[in-house]
């Protein structure tokens, strides 16, 4: 990535108050970038704090499940040129689709694709104006599978994987690349907050959140199209390749539905 002498590189992380985002705002602020970091709650003033490495830090507390918070975010950029844009916020949501309620799945469609691609779609127009940048996406190999007692949630990040190789073929010779990271079940607070702690994923060993975001950043450095965390995700990835769609559902059926995790 090249950038002018006369300043630090930028980089925009979303979702980096805990888990993935935090960690990639950690590789960035040790990659001598300066920080634009985003997340709904108000921790994220303490946690920019933290950040600093002789960088210039700066933490916006908006909801990107809203319009008004990727435009929130987009002025906190104002004129400066981004040279990383790393799309990482996302929730997740458990149970069975009837049983949950609508606000909250909307919720989880508003945050994964709507404001991640809004966000993309105004940084990637500058982007493609300046003739560099990188673009780095969390989609997850959940996208790869059906999600039963998942679905929504999966049917969200199916669509990021789907999209960034899209992205990635439309500004192709532009100078701005663009990178999917496909983690699987990672170290976070996310079956907490998914309701799926009572799971077999949810209660199984997972990967920690810092070497998933290294994986995800040296390949955002080298401008790769996806890349999956971790030799068991790229396992399973391959798997999905070789099941049908009914053998895929059932077999996350017997790691998501509630309660499964007691009967491991």
Request: hydrophobic residues 40%; aromatic residues 4%.
């Amino acid at each position: 990535m090249e950038a002018s002498t006369n300043r630090r590189p930028l980089a925009v992380i979303t979702g980096a108050s805990s888990g993935i985002g935090l960690e990639l705002a950690r590789c960035c602020a040790e990659d001598g970038y300066d920080l634009i970091v985003a997340a709904e709650g108000p921790d994220i003033g303490e946690i920019a704090k933290t950040l600093a490495r002789g960088n210039a830090v700066e933490a916006v507390q908006c909801d990107l499940s809203t319009l008004e918070g990727v435009d929130t975010l987009y002025a906190a950029i104002a004129s400066r040129p981004v040279d990383a844009l790393l799309a990482n916020a996302g929730v997740g949501l458990g149970h069975a689709f009837l049983d949950q309620r609508w606000s909250d799945i909307q919720r989880v469609i508003d945050t994964n694709v709507t404001g991640t691609l809004a966000l993309i779609h105004k940084v990637g127009k500058d982007m493609r104006a300046l003739g560099r940048g990188k673009i780095l996406i969390t989609g997850s190999i959940a996208g790869l599978m059906p999600g039963t007692y998942q679905a929504v949630y999966n049917g969200t990040k199916s669509l990021l994987d789907s999209f960034s190789y899209a992205l990635r073929a439309e500004l192709k010779e532009s100078g701005v690349t663009v990178t999917c990271l496909m983690p699987g079940a990672t170290e976070t607070d996310f079956f907490e907050r998914a309701d799926m702690l009572d799971t077999k994923v949810g209660a199984s060993k997972k990967q920690p959140p810092d070497e998933v975001a290294k994986i995800g950043f040296e390949a955002m450095k080298r401008g790769e199209g996806s890349v999956v965390a971790g030799w068991e995700n790229k396992l399973r990835a391959a798997m999905t390749r070789l099941a049908t769609p009914e053998m895929l559902a059932e077999m996350h059926a017997d790691m998501a539905k509630p309660g499964s995790a007691e009967k491991a």
